[in-house]
């Protein structure tokens, strides 16, 4: 239970007083020393004052608005299971006893009302990633909702306002990084895409179980910092030059299970450093490349591939040997359709596409971006010998379409207007410390970062580290620059900045974070808040 302390009130009365500098405080050296035990004014934690509440009568009209439809009733329960990844079995946490979680699929205009039960040892929570939802179901404990504790059950129940591919996976601790992840579709009745066909792939790197791994231990090894490394900065080219470090400068092994932080991962495309984590595996739906699932279809067949990124620590180049991505979606919203021959997903990722199928067998291959790996499925329209478990196809080093190459479908463009509001949020820290934040200060459940309803805001997010952050934000989506696309999720590389506006059109706390589920946990979090 967090307790309220004299930096949060102070922080509340600066809001108050209308100055909106809730990020005085931060840097500031006397408060860094503060004993915040001695700061304990009860046991209830106080949220600053000022702000729009998570279930407030804002947030009910907002919702309102949307004009909740039918119901879509599902239950589902997380639970610590035994899954088969194709040949090697895992002790986890799941959906069920299945990977990815069973698809939740309903139509725009919907009500779903899903029972998650939590049968696992530790509280849960479910977070909609990429939905505009009303800000009370929106799974995040300690600002939204209180936890789902172990025995206990939560009914989410909310409208369905918009279609397109999204996915729900925990928001508490790095339960994400198990098997907690599941696909979310939303179709839209008036369907503009024409396709015989739909495959959902889902991308995700793996530690959990493999060797007495958890994430939580991967958590706590990287939580240490380089130790050993001291007075070598965290920048992707020193470490790119120097593989094969070990000996006295090796990383020590987690609290369970052998070490698995990642040094030396380098990638042109990522700016540099890759990744923290050397996952054993990386999965396709579940599956190791060695035993891959096949979908199968006619040549001819025009298919429509929903590609989704729900690692902890992993970029994917994905391709699909001997075809062209024809590029619709990205994060669920149309875009000015482009052809291209890869695509690359930071976690949190979607991207839609549709593909006109050839005769044969062909590899899906998703490459660990910088990692050295890959994963596998296989389209298969006809005969032919199934392709081998590490092929990569030509296409992945062929034309790569960015996000910020790609266009909104002029259905979906953000109407032009000048920000009434912006935001800065420095990316801050590095592995060396584990210190990644916004603005050097990291995740302070107390902290907000004010907005205020109808307000065109701007976020501007300068990377001032040696990694690539796939940035996250709630409850909203924004628009890349020059009539960019729509997205909730955007990779920015290391020492650009990236300015992305939306508009404030739903009322509530919304978190905003690094998708790497690693840097989220050690800090690189923070809350933009509805004023009152
Ligand atoms: Cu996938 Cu806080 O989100
Ligand atoms: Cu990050």
Sequence with gaps: MRTPTRRTVLAAALAAAGTGLLTACSGSGSMKGMDHSSMNHGSTPTAPTGYLAPNGPEVAAAEARRSPGPERKVSLTATE??????????????????????????????????????????????????????????????????????????????????????WFHPHSGVQQDRGLYAPLIVEDPKEPLRYDKEWVVVLDDWVDGVDGSTPDAVLAELAKGMGGMAGMDHSGH?????????????????????????????????????????????LVNGRLATAPETFTAKPGDRIRIRLINAGGDTAYRVALGGHELTVTHTDGFPVEQATTQALLLGMGERYDVLVTAKDGAFPLTA???????????????????????????????????????LKADPSVRLPAKSPDRTVQLELTGGMAKADWAFNGRPYDPAQRYPVAAGERVRLEFRNSTAMWHPVHLHGHSFALPGDGPRKDTAI??????????????????????????????????TVLGYRA
């Excluded at 049968?119 to 479910?126: F, G, N, R």
């Excluded at 990692?371 to 790569?400: F, H, I, M, Q, Y």
Aim: charged residues 15%; glycine residues 14%; proline residues 7%.
């Design 238 to 282: 020193d470490m790119a030059g120097m593989p094969g470090t070990g000996g006295a400068g090796a990383p020590s092994a987690g609290a369970t299970g052998p070490a698995r932080m990642l040094m030396g991962a380098a990638s042109p495309l990522l700016g540099g450093d890759a990744g923290d984590v050397a996952h054993p595996f990386h």
């Design 367 to 405: 490459l660990a971006e910088g990692k050295n790996a890959t994963a596998l499925a296989v389209l298969r329209t006809g005969g032919g010998a199934a392709p081998d478990a590490s092929v990569r196809p030509a296409e992945l080093d062929g034309k790569l379409v960015t996000a910020a190459q």
């Design 81 to 166: 299971t035994t899954l088969d990844l194709g040949g090697r079995t895992v002790r986890t946490w799941a959906y069920g006893d299945r990977l990815p979680g069973q698809e939740v699929r309903a139509t725009v205009g919907d009500t779903l009302a899903l029972t998650l039960a939590n049968h696992l040892p530790q509280p849960t929570s479910l977070h909609w990633h990429g939905l505009a939802l009303r800000n009370d179901m929106d799974g995040v404990p300690g600002l939204t909702q209180a936890a789902v504790k172990p025995g206990a059950s939560f009914d989410y129940r909310f409208a369905l306002s918009r279609p397109g591919t999204y």
């Design 492 to 525: 920015v590389l290391p020492g650009a900045t990236l300015a992305v506006d939306f508009d404030a059109d739903n009322p509530g706390l919304w978190m905003v974070h690094c998708h790497n589920i690693y840097h989220a946990e050690t800090g690189m979090m």
